[in-house]
């Protein structure tokens, strides 16, 4: 049972991948158990596109941990894995010390160089997930611009956006963000990192659009209600279950 949505936010570009992992690690056993949480895009290594190799195997040294991490709680977060020769920005759900879900990157982002690093995904394989009777489904950062990749998590019940968002397009997370828990009448978790040229801009939102933000805290909690959901549905019904 998911009582709770949590959204993670630090810094962590200029860190090394064990100093990320501490900070990771430390913040999640903060959270309150059955919660859901969020981390940020890449919090482990960051866009490290000169330690890839690095980066994909810290991220293969760490999956027990990570599972370990999800005793009693759902964690969700993206990392870098190398996949028959090639890398890809991959986001994971870890669920009561198993791996639940992972899901490649799809919509690579030109400006900051990543289709010369990563192999994006395919579109097909972005579902819903169910765990604890909630239907998940992630949106990686970027991806969030792309309206048709919207329409196949239509129906979700929390989608979560892990991101690495630059300061100057931060109304742009806030505005798209909104718009997807006011589209898909759910929840919308949002995870940033917090690094000096990043938006920060963490959130949680709800189906009715009230958005709770800090962008001075690492941790943001808030008490998810399924009703809300159900509400918002029937009260405005635009075909949603």
Do not use: H
Not at 64 to 76: N, V
Not at 96 to 104: G, L
Request: with cysteine; proline share 2%.
């Amino acid at each position: 049972m998911i009582s709770n949505l949590v959204s993670l936010q630090f810094d962590y570009a200029t860190k090394s991948f064990e100093e990320n992992f501490e900070t990771l690690s430390s913040l999640v056993k903060k959270t309150p158990i059955n919660s859901l949480v969020l981390a940020p895009e890449l919090c482990l290594s960051g866009y490290s596109f000169e330690n890839l190799e690095q980066s994909a195997k810290f991220s293969q040294n760490v999956l027990k941990e990570l599972k370990e991490l999800s005793k009693k709680r759902i964690l969700s977060l993206t990392m870098t894995e190398k996949i028959a020769g090639k890398f890809y920005n991959n986001a994971k759900i870890f669920f009561d010390n198993k791996e639940i879900y992972s899901q490649a990157k799809v919509k690579l982002f030109e400006l900051g160089g990543e289709p010369l690093y990563f192999e994006g995904g395919d579109e097909k394989d972005i579902k819903i997930v169910e765990c604890c009777g909630v239907k998940i489904a992630i949106i990686i950062c970027f991806e969030l611009r792309f309206i048709d990749l919207w329409q196949k998590i239509r129906g979700a019940d929390i989608v979560l956006i892990p991101a690495y968002w630059g300061k100057p397009r931060k109304y742009q997370l806030r505005a798209l963000s909104i718009a997807q828990a006011i589209a898909n009448q759910c929840y919308v978790l949002v995870s940033n990192s917090s690094d000096e040229d990043m938006a920060s801009n963490s959130s949680i939102i709800n189906p009715f659009g009230e958005i709770k933000e800090d962008d001075k805290e690492n941790i943001l909690c808030e008490k998810f209600d399924k009703k809300v959901i159900q509400k918002m549905r029937r009260y405005m019904n635009i075909g949603l279950k």
